[in-house]
């Protein structure tokens, strides 16, 4: 299970908990099935998510243009992807599956496959582009204007968003059969699901290619149509909300609700847990853009509690204090 914000235009959450099972992180250098008609990979973004997607793609053996709108961050990109890389590796050799300087010569090999740039019009000869950037719809209109212009015909287009309507990114951009979504996980290089999400506008090719696209890059992909939250965070966050339900109504203790979901359920992490590791103000936020965008929806509710919690600057994990008090990323009371 992995917590990410969705809606369709509430504020965004990259973060997630490592529920599923991991996947290729790095990867052993490959090479782009002959029949996929993608062979360059376009990134637009290099933060938490864009940097993951960049690397496990030029792991893969595909070659990636990575572009961010200023240099700062596409260099603070790139060292993110070079630690990764790093850090993969090294396990590797510990483990004995690999000697030093083959662990070298494979980080060398995927950084080479990497093309970093500030100019989009690089992106011209890219078949697929996956953009992962900041999720605020007019910031993606815009970019799916400059897309339009820049992007060949028959280049696919990919969303990274998880709060935005998949359909609204597709209808800015001038040919939107050629566009889907594409939900990874936090951390990409670990989490092994990916959502592919089919708007009405879709071509079947489009969308069959994108899935033997994400079947290539060493990850499992689920088929989705454009519903808010899409398959795991329709799911997940209403959970979440009647766990700080049950708290709110003095049901049970949330140690209590934690504990019964990990040893009933299974989950590694209980939902009063997973809402302060991830942000209660970013559960918030969810919850109350689902309300406000699908007020019928009876699954959507958000409890007096989570806003009483926000409103006292109590986030969670990431200001120290929400239902658990932390020290860092564990929790001490």
């Known amino acids: 299970v992995a917590m990410f914000v969705c809606g369709r235009s509430v504020r965004y959450s990259l973060v997630a908990v490592r529920f599923l099972s991991s996947g290729a992180g790095a990867g052993s250098a490959q090479t782009p099935s002959a029949g996929l008609p993608i ?21 893969r053996g595909f070659e ?29 050799i510990q483990k004995g599956e690999l000697d030093q300087e083959k662990a070298t010569t494979l980080v060398a090999q995927t950084l080479t496959r990497i093309h970093a740039t500030t100019d989009k019009t690089n992106l011209a000869e890219c078949d697929i582009i996956i953009e992962a950037i900041i999720e605020k719809i007019d910031v ?10 820049v992007a060949k015909p028959e280049a696919i287009i990919a969303s990274n968003t998880s709060s935005l309507s998949i359909t609204e990114i597709a209808e ?10 594409v939900h990874f996980f936090n951390p990409v290089q670990l989490m092994q699901l990916v959502e592919v999400i089919k708007t ?59 504990t019964a979901m990990k040893l009933g359920s299974g989950h590694p992490m209980g939902p009063i847990h997973l809402a302060d590791y991830v942000g209660l103000d970013t559960t918030l936020s ?30 969670g994990r990431k200001s120290g204090e929400g239902f658990y008090v932390w020290n860092g990323d564990k929790i001490v009371g």
């Open 39 to 59: 062979k360059r990979v376009g990134v637009v973004g290099l933060g938490l998510m864009g940097h993951g997607i960049a690397q496990i793609s030029a792991a």
């Open 64 to 92: 990636v243009v990575a572009v961010d709108s200023a240099q700062g961050p596409l260099d603070s990109g790139m060292e993110r992807i070079r630690k990764s890389l790093s850090k993969v590796y090294e396990k590797k």
């Open 140 to 149: 993606k209109r815009n970019l799916m204007a400059e897309l339009s212009r």
């Open 172 to 181: 800015t951009y001038s040919r939107p059969a050629q566009l889907v979504g």
């Open 200 to 258: 009405r506008h879709s071509s079947e090719e489009v969308f069959s290619t994108t899935m033997e696209f994400v079947r290539q890059l060493g990850k499992t992909p689920v088929a989705c149509g454009d519903t808010p939250g899409f398959v795991v965070n329709r799911l997940l966050v209403p959970f979440i909300a009647q766990a700080i339900l049950l708290l709110q109504r003095g049901d049970a203790k949330k140690e209590d609700i934690d």
């Open 286 to 315: 969810i919850l109350e853009g689902w309300k406000k965008n699908f007020a019928d929806e009876p699954a959507f509710v958000v409890p007096d509690l989570l806003r009483q919690k926000v409103a006292e600057g109590k986030f």
